[in-house]
DNA sequence: ATGAAAGCGCTAACAA
DNA sequence: TTGTTAGCGCTTTCAT
């Protein structure tokens, strides 16, 4: 388990640490009066304030710190709180646990976000690690396996939550992803309509996620809920979740233009991941092209904003799921087929120019 | 320090996590014979083999998952790898966690990445808490004041290194900013000279950044070095490091551009932040003017290449600077003045169009 | 107002 | 081949 490349050996004047016990013996007091002062407990253990004022110097003064692990141990707690989560080089995910972060610190815990790769092996291994540093709780993020993951953190007691995927053996917070869809599809078709009122084809096309991902079989029922609230048509071949990969994105915009012979009235794109491809299927065209369709994005980033056409983007509210997700573990009693689904917010690609 | 609104009580039905004790007390063994068997030492002791495996399945069955607070107490250890870091949520840093994540994770130890919001006083508090949960040593991944960090690990015993920032007391990886600097400021050189050969006016700006960082400074050198060497003249008014904030150089873009009457013949934007600014602004011109001036961003964004203009980056090696890093903790002689510096590289905007 | 001592779960001598 | 024991640094009763 530990370092096999000794990384503590590698220092020969790796001094020790300064214990309660060196404090207590420097100025003869006993290491429980020590501990008392050190932990904030003096006051109700009625400590006289100048042996409290001595030890805090000399502690300072010596840059004694508290053992958590000793101090874990014997109060069976350790400080510590834990997240799985797929990537954590990626916008969504990043701003996920920039946001866990933040709320773990302001309670006083220090957040441990540990990357899985969407690999359940590694999910599993991970939150194995995770229960042996006796992490508080658990926030489950984007899970491939969460009920996998519920058992192994019930068989040891762990408190959890899943995030942005569901779960059916631990609560569950998520985004909205279906009514979120429900407004990008209705934006995007108001965006049809501005360009060109009046009949045409109507051909909205939704391009990449993966079509056995939770989140992408919200958006498709979104998406198709919208088009069919409206009396658009759609065909199969409008839905195209190729997976999360840039490159089937490209390929699936780019068969999409040659059977059609010209860009689709409107494009509903999941995840900034296969934006990226469809922009670079769109960079080929004539920008005039590109700007008569009308674009939406099933996420966030702040540089498609600045492309050189508008796109509708759909915000997740990550301080409020992770906000939420910490409401539940705090409730007494914690229901398992609980779901709880966070509104998503509609972002306008060019707020500075058009007021709609 | 641990939760105040607690999490742990919450729950009711919280089942204590089963021991070697437990299992010992069950198949009527030794705790030792146990513990050797759960970790691994037990061919070592000479432990039957049959007595081992019975062990093992009790254990499973069990869902024993050994306690790394009572192992790390006992053995000076924790298995905890530490990273303060600026932000999670940015491109460049989340994608030099990841790195750490991996290579950590690799060693068998648990990577713990803390953001600091380039706040001194956060800083060292994270770095004290770090230092409480016996990190095996910690990573200071640009940090406002490393220095003051090095004094604090120095006086706990714990190894450290500086990433991405120098520090005197503690041997640092950087990326070669000046290097890349002078890459760039050629890059877009010859950009200059390919959009229109023949006498020109030469102005480059160099926008974005701090002037009194580290990284910015050597930047601004870089740029100035290539410049002088190829005799190209640079006013002060050339270089505005306005800031790490996308409005600064939003502003200090358009400043210049009413200045001139028009885009210089070039442009070095330092850092991703700093150059939504200056595309915000540039979205507003048209888009051939824009294309007549060279652009180079200090940074690298997947969603630069997508804009409808070239643009050449520097892209950091994350990795590198990782890799590095470790090799340094893992050396018998610690020299607090090492300063390595990681070569970075040259992306260029438009890849699929012209091979320059 | 403070001290003594037990114990959290594990490892590492040392015994047997 | 396995058991016994001390102790890692802290908290927490119970004494004084």
Redesign the interface.
Known sequence: ?????D??G????????VTIYDIAAEIGASPSTVAAVL?GSWEARRIKESTAKTIQRIAAAR?Y?????????R?A????MGMIIP????RFF??L??AF?IDT?S?????????TWRDPANEQATV???????V??LFLAGAMDPDGLSD?CH???I?HVNVDLPGTKAPSVISDSFQGAVDLARAIVCRVQAIAPGPRKHTIYFIGGNASDYNTKQRIKGFHSHLESIGWPIALSQVRPGGFDARFAEADICNVYSELGHLPDGLFVNSTIAF?GV??FL?ILP?EEVQRCAIGCFDW????E???FPVTMVRQNVNGMIAEAYRI????K?DPSLIIKIPTQLVNGDPPMVAE
């Open positions: 388990m530990l370092s096999g490349t990384i503590q590698a220092d020969m004047v790796t001094r020790k640490k932990n840059g710190s508290i053992n958590m692990q000793a101090r874990g141990l109060k707690r350790s400080g510590l990537l954590l080089d990626n990043s701003s646990a920039q972060e610190r309670q006083h815990l220090c957040p441990v976000v540990v990357s194995r690690t995770l229960i042996s540093h006796n508080e709780a192994i068989a040891a007691g408190k990226e922009v670079r960079k920008l980033d702040p540089y498609i600045l492309l050189h573990l705090r409730r007494q914690i």
